[in-house]
């Protein structure tokens, strides 16, 4: 574990033209106004642009952005929900608006780890993990999280409460996404360089065979039975689905141009897919597969950049990180109609979401 420097820096006001200097302990509210949102739970982004994490209060249809000492491109909230972890290189200086930060290639990224209630900067938990760490999840019992470190080609496993990397697992080139089976057994991670999905035994903490899905995978999502995995295909404008009794690709659904993230629903019935495009020719939709006939049944705009995805555990919302937008869409997942685009901070990448108590 290693500590950082944190600083006092600038927040936006993000409902209002008009910046000011504001010190991290104290970030700044901004107001959801659309009386058709849902109203429990929080949603959470990583702002990789911003250096920052936005909260969105359902409850109250407040933001609230606060700077990190990261870039964050990834945050996921504990089964428990009393904390959010965040992966991310450490903050770089230069932030130029529309253009991704650049970082030491040779520089080890951070886990943080949150309290939720507080979100207050002296209550972070700072872990040293991998170089170029891109996402992060945690297990059932919030013992182990799980760190995709991209330029190592390896995930590290961290213990929470020991606050400290125990071990380590060989995958393909560039780990990515990556997701815990339902039943905790094991653990699919999208190699994006070499076009292939690791299965890791979660037990053994090793690789145990690598799937060949197709061009540029970024990040799966499992089913809730645990039966099929979705991988999205970044390069190839589809999404691989995988059977994860045979551990091979069944199929491959067209989608939208550059997906990046997918997440099904509680019911297994739909899976949610953000197109991304790119900065220069973006997309602004999400693809609904239906589970059953592997098709899309359903496309969806939203804003520019769609990337990442998290759906609500009853699975009435769905939540859409627009990273050229700066925005998170709300979506009804019985309509499949935006509800509502909230702004965030900049460069919103991933997304999670904490049920009201």
Do not use: C, W
């Amino acid at each position: 574990m290693k500590a950082l420097l944190y600083a006092a820096v600038t927040v936006i006001v993000l409902s209002s033209p008009m910046a000011f200097a504001e010190d991290a302990h104290h970030p700044q509210d901004t107001a959801a106004k659309d009386a058709t949102v849902p109203r429990a739970g929080f949603v959470y982004t990583a702002d990789e642009l911003g250096n920052s994490i936005s909260v969105i209060d359902l409850g109250t249809g407040k933001v609230k952005t606060t700077v990190t000492p990261i870039s964050p491109h990834n945050v996921q909230v504990s089964h428990d929900g009393r904390l959010l972890l965040a992966v991310g290189p450490i903050a770089a200086t230069d932030h130029s608006k529309g253009h991704a930060h650049r970082h030491n290639e040779e520089e080890r990224g951070r886990l943080l780890i949150y309290n939720v209630e507080t979100m207050a900067i002296e209550d972070i938990v700072d872990i040293e993990v991998g170089r170029h760490p891109a996402h992060v999840v945690i297990d059932r019992q919030d013992k182990l999280a799980y760190v995709t470190n991209a330029e190592d080609n390896h995930v590290h496993i961290v213990d929470v409460a020991q606050r400290q990397v125990v071990g380590e697992i060989e995958t393909g080139a560039y780990p990515h996404g990556l997701r815990i089976s339902p039943d905790g057994q094991e653990i699919y991670v999208a190699n994006v360089n070499d076009d292939t999905v690791s299965v890791i035994d979660a037990a053994e903490a090793k690789e145990v065979t690598r799937i060949p899905v197709g061009k540029a995978p970024v990040q799966v999502g499992f089913t809730p039975d645990g039966h099929r995995v979705y991988v999205s295909l970044r390069d190839e404008n589809g999404v691989a689905v995988i059977d994860t009794a045979e551990r091979k690709k069944i199929t491959t659904v067209p989608v939208g141009r550059n997906p990046i993230q997918v997440f099904a629903t509680p019911d297994g019935r739909y899976v949610y897919v953000a197109n991304e495009g790119t900065r220069q020719n973006p997309d602004n939709t999400v693809s609904v597969i239906d589970t059953a006939t592997n098709s899309v049944v359903a496309t969806i705009e939203t804003g520019q950049g769609a990337h990442g995805v998290v759906i609500s555990a009853d699975g009435s919302y769905a939540f859409i990180a627009n990273t050229y937008e700066d925005t998170v869409s709300i979506i009804d997942t019985a309509t499949h109609e935006v509800l509502q685009n909230i702004k965030v901070g900049r460069g919103p990448n991933g997304i999670t979401f904490r049920g009201a108590k």
